[in-house]
């Protein structure tokens, strides 16, 4: 599908970038590149495409936040339908059972926050700028802000970026466990390659077995997590990866994972 403000490149290492391409205002969200992000989500072919890298078009920013000259005009029901909206996209983001990396080149801002935190890693330039400034607004995050930043960084300092509405830079993204890593602009693409490339050479079944066992065992009991951990532990033992795996580790040899 062609889109209006997506721009899709598939390398050949099994690596989809997926750029947010609306330079006029800075990529800021709109309810067009919300469906759009729902929608590559959604169809993303994942017998070719093995990891994402989520990126947004320029220097200065990633994604400057949502559209507020859409949203300004908006009553109670438009407002929870664009909340829904955006949720849902970054949910289906979060639930793909394949790495995906947030490449931060400058503003993260509000939805471009919140789009960063619905992946599994997040690596900035130094120029990268963080925030959640709804509440100067007068709104709250709306895309699952209130509870991802809270996950990642503790809820005294997600209440302190939130209830303030403050600007960080990368370095304390970095301090505060926001990110995962800080380079600089011209090696944020080489980085995250690499980091990739690093994954891909793991099996792809136990990668997502992983993802599955950490996102959903955060909202679990302990005794629940543990459990679906060992379910996934038994399951990956009825699959070729796991065989060739160890048999490779046991004789010596390089492994070259299929994802059966």
């Given amino acids: 599908m062609n889109y209006q ?36 989500v959604s169809n993303i072919d994942l017998s070719r495409v093995k990891s994402l890298v989520i990126t947004g078009d320029g ?15 908006l009553g109670e029901k438009e407002g929870f339908e664009l909340s829904k909206l955006g949720a849902g996209a970054f949910r289906k983001l979060e639930q793909l059972p394949i790495p995906t990396v947030a490449a931060v080149n400058g503003f993260a801002l509000g939805g471009g926050c919140e789009l960063a935190m619905a992946c599994d890693i997040r690596i900035a330039s130094v120029n990268a700028k963080f925030g959640q400034p709804e509440v100067g607004l007068g709104i709250i995050p709306g895309f699952s ?47 995250v390659f690499a980091m990739v490339g690093k994954m ?44 060739n795996g160890m048999s490779a580790f046991l004789e010596k040899r390089k492994v070259m994972f299929k994802g059966k």
């Fill in 200 to 243: 891909l050479r793991n099996a792809p079944l136990a990668i997502a077995a992983a993802k599955r066992c950490i996102n959903n065992g955060f909202d679990m009991t302990a005794d629940e997590a543990i459990a679906l951990e060992n379910v996934e532990f038994g399951k990956l033992f009825a699959t070729e990866d796991q065989k």
């Fill in 145 to 191: 802000g209130t509870y991802r930043l809270w996950k990642l960084v503790g809820q005294a300092y997600a209440k302190e970026l939130i209830f303030t509405g403050k600007m960080i830079d990368a370095q304390e993204a970095l301090r505060i466990g926001l990110v995962n890593a800080v380079c600089e602009p011209a090696e944020l693409m080489n980085n």
């Fill in 59 to 73: 220097e200065k920013s990633f994604v400057a936040g949502a559209d507020i000259s859409e949203m300004v005009h």
């Fill in 5 to 40: 403000y997506l721009k899709v490149e598939d390398r050949n290492d099994g690596i989809s970038v997926l750029t947010i391409s609306a330079p006029k205002t800075l990529n800021a969200l709109n309810s067009t590149i919300l469906r759009e992000i729902d929608d590559y």
